[in-house]
């Protein structure tokens, strides 16, 4: 490749994505900046809340990815993505917590292996249960494939929530016919409604060292702490330097799904997508590509749920209603699925403005104004028009946000099903030729902008 | 067919359909516990028997519901997420009317109309009940159907209507928009709490006797199966006798077809939604009533049911729906005698996947009404 060549394609790069991809970061992280500044935050609030917000970017982000490998690229409409999350980390958990005897407080222990195995084994069980579904269920109509993956979401959340897999003994010696294993748990199980208290060595600092980066780190933490941020600013800093790590794997996951949607694998599960029959009559054993596409996507939520949770310090059943899938999909279709780039934007613009900025928008208000309490419920927040006094309910609206926001979210959805169902990035829906299809003088690759319909119409 | 054919067929299925042996296997291992748990006393008869009758009646509820998802799940094509929320939208509306007839003049309508948020007025103290408040349950769960017809007949002028032509899934995530915006909305006026609804003390109730003990058997569960079956009665009558049962059916063949014999699509859709609203809020209502508890979550809660009973007894078929609820029901209830009770709604949606597996067109399909 020529230097020529590269620089054009640096520049052909350069005017698609990585511009709209800034503009958008940027755009979001000065809205917050600015929030701070009318927060009068100091620099560890601002900090905080930039890594607060690069978290969720990086979890919607990676999360938005992932769903595209199974409904963009393949058409695999999969709504039990959080059922996928949560055997991820609660494998990983189980896998990697110490032993209640050395786990301090937590009432249910593990195996206390290193936080890498645990992560593997997260990912690895996530992808066998994606197996377990998709073998029975990839068969089906999308409509039931969809009940279906609902449904084995909220299978794993009461199996969470069982008292049957709460805890478990795990007998000081097992004696397997030749050799005897000893293994150092002593209770294990998933924790029941109380949840698991995530008590392994924190993630960002298992990673370091296996790097051989955590002495710098402490002195750069140090170093901070004698410059910039007086008292304790580890936490600070943990945070941001997490958030720059969810970014890279956002990166990772977006390599490995643009080249996998290259490659003729991917071109094979387009063209699933677009008609499956077309595709098996020409030879292709699409059962078998679907499945390996679901597994796939599966074993990347899981790694999602992973990276969302691990490093909260305990996790509950609650966390994975299936809610949080609906949130996926919310972000993948406004950024337009089919496009791994419109799936990191619509999970930056979902994490930014629909998750967290309502939150943001109410804290500004109340900086903003000083307003005394809010009603406690909505009667008494009418009440005030009796008198013709709105001011009660627009407290009341404020301190509802976090239910709003999800009315918001709803309409959002409805809004761009109605006007814009391909998304922000719809349009640049890859077709599953490998040469491009568009005409010779006309600009951009052909195609009706593909609705968010898997092909199913067509 | 002779004895050798049939036996030859037997092993053929065998062999190619491991799944069935599995679930024969687990059939048989569930009937044999049943039986020896039964004969050996560690399963009470009376216990069982409470257990199928709550089966049952949760199965009612089930298949009230599926009704009006079954068939606009036929005729418009789309799995309506939403329809859990229309379940509670109803419940809301027609306790609200409930606690109204039953509180006024000694309460603040605005604490009766938002059905006591925040622990202002207590159904109980309302006397909320068949016996207790005739009147106040009967407007109640007449004003639930209505206030679900309105609600569903704006959304889908709304919502539904401008994208009608799109495919099923582009509806389908559409519809996922509505139940968030619904369900928060909820919660945002009648609060997160969940409440007490009904004087669950002075229900009426009698012991049936069993053969080693009784169980339960209370008025509401008794009006729960009078309401169910009339309507469903109606609705049998309505789609059977009427010339509209007919015009649906042929939508739900062929859309096209049905509007170029001269069907007026549009108008068949706005009555499939008012009856199906209309019995889904009745539904909702009655849920309530019976269970004496609401919550805002109570029809999302409801819904993977719903659709499990819809599925398993055929989509469009509304003996489909009420079979399906009814064994989606008792599934729920009954499993508990062989698994953990914490299982009870997994063991049912299992049950949904295994009838998708090998019969994805419903056990009663090819019966459709609707």
Known sequence: MSASDVRARFRGLFERDVTLVLAVLGALYVAYILAGVVFGYGLRGQLNSIANLTFYIGVFGMLALALNLHWGYTGLFNIGIVGFMGIGIYVTALVSKPPVAEGGAAQVGGFGLPLVVGVVAGVVAAGLFGLLVALPALRLRADYLAIVTVAFSEIVRFTMMSRTFQTFTVPDTIDLWLFTIDPTADTVGLGGGGGLILNYTDPLEALLRTLFLWEPYLGFVAVVERTLIPNNPKPVIDGLAYGVLLLIGVGLFYLLLSRTGKSPFGRVLKAIREDEDVANALGKDTDRFKLTAFVLGAALMGLGGILWYSSRGSITPPSFRPNITFFIWIALIIGGSGSNTGSFLGGAIFAGVLYEGPRYFKNLVQAAFDLGDAPRNFGEAMAGFASLDPMPFILYTLDSVSQLRLVIMGVVLIWLMHNRPEGLLGHRKETASSVDLARPGSDGPTGNPAAADGGENQ | ?370
């Open chain 2, 1 to 370: 067919m002779s004895v050798s054919e049939t036996y030859v067929r037997y092993r053929q299925t065998l062999s190619e359909e491991p799944l069935a042996i599995g679930v024969l296997l687990v059939a048989l291992w569930m009937a044999w516990s049943l039986a020896s748990g039964l004969l050996s006393g560690g399963i009470q008869v009376s216990s069982l028997a409470s257990l199928i009758w709550d089966g049952l009646l949760r199965g009612l509820i089930i298949g009230l519901a599926g009704i009006g998802l079954s068939m606009t799940y036929s005729i418009l094509n789309f799995a309506n997420f939403a329809h859990g929320d229309y379940l509670t939208t109803g419940a809301f509306a027609g306790m609200a009317t409930s606690y109204l007839v039953a509180g006024i003049g000694e309460n603040s309508v605005g604490a009766l109309l938002l059905v006591g948020a925040g622990g202002s007025v207590f159904g109980g103290a309302l006397g909320i009940g068949v016996t207790t408040a005739p009147l106040a349950v009967v407007l109640g769960a007449l004003l639930a159907g209505i206030a679900t017809i309105a609600l569903a007949l704006v959304i889908d002028r709304f919502v539904y209507r401008p994208i009608r032509g799109e495919s099923g899934i582009a509806l389908l995530i559409t519809s996922i928009g509505v139940a968030f915006a619904l369900r928060y909305l909820l919660q945002f006026v009648f609060g997160a709490g969940v409440r007490g609804t009904t004087a669950a003390g002075s229900v009426p109730r009698v012991n049936v006797p069993a053969i080693d003990g009784t169980f339960r058997v209370t008025a509401h569960d008794i009006s729960l199966v009078v309401v169910a079956a009339g309507l469903m009665l109606g609705v049998h009558l309505l789609l059977q006798r009427t010339k509209l049962g007919k015009a649906m059916r042929a939508m739900s063949d062929n859309e096209d077809l049905a509007r170029i014999t001269g069907i007026p699509t549009e108008r068949v859709i706005r009555t499939t939604w008012i009856v199906g609203a209309g019995l889904t809020g009745v539904a909702g209502y009655m849920f309530v009533l019976w269970k004496g508890t609401l919550g805002f979550n109570d029809g999302w809660l409801l819904l993977l049911l719903v659709f499990a009973a819809v599925i398993l007894g055929g989509i469009g078929s509304i003996y489909g729906a009420i079979g399906g609820g009814i064994i989606i029901g008792l599934t729920a209830s009954v499993s508990v005698v062989w698994i953990p009770s914490e299982f009870g709604r997994a063991a049912a949606f299992l049950v949904m996947i295994v009838i998708l597996l090998f019969k994805p067109e419903g056990i009663f399909a090819g019966r459709t009404t609707a």
